[in-house]
């Protein structure tokens, strides 16, 4: 198996192969061999996972994942790679590279078609400028039992957030409302060629496999987050009454007094469950109106 972790062997094959990082595709690549094997080992990958991947680049956590994997399924969209992952991963007989853009895939599909009768899992070392909506999609699929990801440590610490803090966001409760997520820990700058400006840090989110909430309209509840964190400084009733203009501002506070909240409580600072409340009693509203 060759080292595509150790510079010596790889700059030269990528020489060989004409490979110039891409900073529009926001290649960092790994150059410390620990931390992909830390990442397939945490995430619980073994025989029985099928494991779907984003983004392989030169192969390092595809590599880790194959020696323990039921089957990897890497969907890459850099055509450029294909003679390097052919050297570096094409010894596993359990690993398929799929040349596509994982945005434009039906995932609950692909995930169906490729690991039948295995535990799925997504794992990805996610390019900065689009981990927002690949995490999405991958939550939004509701076929994986985790999702293990790393990004950038302010997004991690975002995900991971509770309700007050000053990472809190309308994605904090997203991320939460589909999975419970646990960082596991950080990788320095230093891991990466070329090196980027911030640590990254490696969060896995486990697919809740119910909601413990009773929220009968999910997109109304999604709409109440956004639009309580739209004004985040103000006043949630404020920002319920922008969100859901057929309200008002004195249906907003009825809407809030009716959820069990304080007049003057801030969307920053509400939970699911409280959320789960409020969306309730706007559903509620909007169909009697």
Request: hydrophobic share 45%; aromatic share 8%.
């Amino acid at each position: 198996m060759i080292n595509v972790c150790d510079i010596q062997v790889m700059k030269p094959l990528l020489a060989q192969h004409g490979f110039h990082f891409s900073k529009a595709k926001g290649q960092n690549f790994l150059i410390s061999r620990w931390v992909p094997e830390r990442i397939a080992e945490e995430a619980g990958v073994d025989e029985t996972a099928g494991v779907l991947e984003i983004g392989p680049g030169i192969g390092p956590l595809t590599q880790q994942l194959a020696l323990r994997a039921g089957k990897v399924c890497a969907v890459e969209v850099d055509e450029r790679l294909k003679p390097i992952l052919a050297l570096t991963v094409g010894e596993f007989s359990n690993t398929e590279i799929l040349w596509s853009d994982i945005l434009k895939q039906n995932i609950p599909a692909l995930v169906q078609e490729k690991f039948p009768g295995l535990r799925p899992m997504a794992c990805a070392n996610l390019p900065y400028y689009i981990t927002s909506p690949i995490l999405t999609a991958l939550l939004e699929a509701e076929c994986f039992r985790s999702v293990t990801v790393m990004v950038q440590k302010e997004v991690a610490q975002r995900i991971a957030a509770q309700p007050g803090s000053p990472d809190y966001s309308a994605f904090s409760i997203f991320c939460q409302y589909y999975a419970k997520p646990e960082i596991l820990f950080d990788v320095p700058a230093g891991c990466f060629l070329p090196q980027p400006k911030v640590t990254s840090a490696v969060i896995t989110l486990k697919v809740r496999e119910e909601k413990p909430w009773d929220i009968p309209e999910p997109e109304i509840f999604f709409r109440a987050v956004r639009a309580s964190f739209a004004m985040r400084r103000k006043k949630l009733q404020n920002g319920l009454a922008s969100g859901f203009p057929q309200l008002g501002k004195a249906g907003a506070a009825e809407v809030i007094a009716a959820a069990g909240l304080p007049e003057n409580v801030r969307g920053e600072t509400l939970g699911i469950p409280e959320f789960a409340r409020l969306s309730k009693e706007i559903s509620g509203r909007l169909h009697h109106d």
